[in-house]
């Protein structure tokens, strides 16, 4: 039978939210884009360590969906990490075709940029 659990030692480092939930951050592995954010709690995080593809908790849904099941616009995993204080996941992924439910690349182009003020660094004379 196969495992169907996460493993111990990767749940133990995870922080959830009052859901459950680790927020997982998809992005393009080789170009780096930002394509979307979606949420995971510990079984579709296990199914997507060991399926090769990204599978999400979906809130409004309460239900598991593995993006392109039905657009076809799959995410094929190339590496996931667990930040420092293991509350985020980065996915690094394939993304084939868009990323958004929308039907663009990534969920960021449609909302648009939001007015902030540019910093940079000062440089010491």
Known sequence: ???????PQIA?????????LVAAIVQQHDTRE????GWMDDEAL?????TGR????????????RKGDTSGHVQWVKGVSIDCDG?????EVDQVGA???????????????????VGAAEVEA
């Open 12 to 20: 133990a480092r995870l922080k959830r939210d009052e859901h459950g």
């Open 87 to 91: 509350d985020a996941l980065l996915v």
């Open 99 to 117: 990323a958004c439910h929308t039907g663009t690349r990534t969920c960021f182009l449609a909302g648009g940029e939001l007015p902030a003020v």
């Open 1 to 7: 039978m196969p495992d169907t659990a996460l493993d």
């Open 54 to 65: 990204v599978t999400f908790w979906s809130r409004s849904r309460r239900e598991y969906w």
């Open 34 to 37: 930002v394509l979307m954010l």
């Open 46 to 50: 296990h199914r997507t360590l060991t």
